[in-house]
T-cell receptor, first 114, second 117 residues
Framework: AQTVTQSQPEMSVQEAETVTLSCTYD???????LFWYKQPPSRQMILVIR??????QNATENRFSVNFQKAAKSFSLKISDSQLGDAAMYFC???????????FGTGTRLKVLA | EAGVTQFPSHSVIEKGQTVTLRCDPI?????LYWYRRVMGKEIKFLLH????????ESGMPNNRFLAERTGGTYSTLKVQPAELEDSGVYFC???????????????FGPGTRLTVL
């Protein structure tokens, strides 16, 4: 069975600093996607970044970047120059290509300290 | 463009009562999904609609849960009778039907937090 593991229930970062959220996954599929979603309190869960497994280059979106280690099945999220608006619950997820069932981790609550 | 909306945002009910959650997908999205997150656990898939048809309800916990999607627009998820273990956050998501791409991005709503006392 596919699994996604987030071992950090909660993380804190000082405003303007950098933080890395960890995620490991397990799949026997060769074609899949990995995601980081962000959910601010009582708001929509939004896609932060997506990585296609066949791409070796790590995805980046402005201050957000991933460290995708396919052999180690690791997919960490780095947030640079953290802002107060980055405070949220972050979910790591996987999706086998051609399917629709996301496999989520348990989430990491990120606090940003002013 | 409006995103996925869910109503209510919070619901507190007594064990044995009935609750109905509503999801309005993004206009034009044929695919609608329900997921649930029990406190501290991962978000888990419940079921998938394509238009008004249930394509996959393999994640539904038991027959106390009934999902409908009238006319292929909004969807409701009814829990009857509610039990303590049904407490959690229920997420709805929608996506377009794309027969070419191997990936259809799902857009999520804010969730409904259900508390069963």
């Amino acid at each position: 069975a596919q699994t996604v593991t987030q071992s950090q229930p909660e993380m804190s970062v000082q405003e303007a600093e950098t933080v890395t959220l960890s995620c490991t996954y397990d799949t026997s599929e060769s074609d899949y996607y990995l995601f980081w979603y962000k959910q601010p309190p009582s708001r929509q869960m939004i896609l932060v970044i997506r990585q296609e497994a066949y791409k070796q280059q790590n995805a980046t979106e402005n201050r957000f970047s991933v460290n995708f280690q396919k052999a180690a099945k690791s997919f960490s999220l780095k947030i640079s120059d953290s802002q107060l608006g980055d405070a949220a619950m972050y979910f790591c997820a996987s999706l086998t290509s051609g399917t629709y069932k996301y496999i989520f981790g348990t989430g990491t609550r990120l606090k940003v300290l002013a | 463009e409006a995103g996925v909306t869910q109503f209510p945002s919070h619901s507190v009910i007594e064990k044995g009562q009935t609750v109905t959650l509503r999801c309005d997908p993004i206009s034009g999205h044929d695919n609608l999904y329900w997921y649930r997150r029990v406190m501290g656990k991962e978000i888990k898939f419940l079921l998938h609609f394509v238009k008004e048809s249930k394509q996959d309800e393999s994640g539904m916990p038991n027959n106390r849960f009934l999902a409908e999607r009238t006319g292929g627009t909004y969807s409701t998820l009814k829990v009857q009778p509610a039990e303590l273990e049904d407490s959690g956050v229920y997420f709805c998501a929608s996506s377009q039907q794309d027969y070419v791409s191997s990936y259809n991005e799902q857009f999520f709503g804010p969730g409904t937090r259900l508390t069963v006392l």
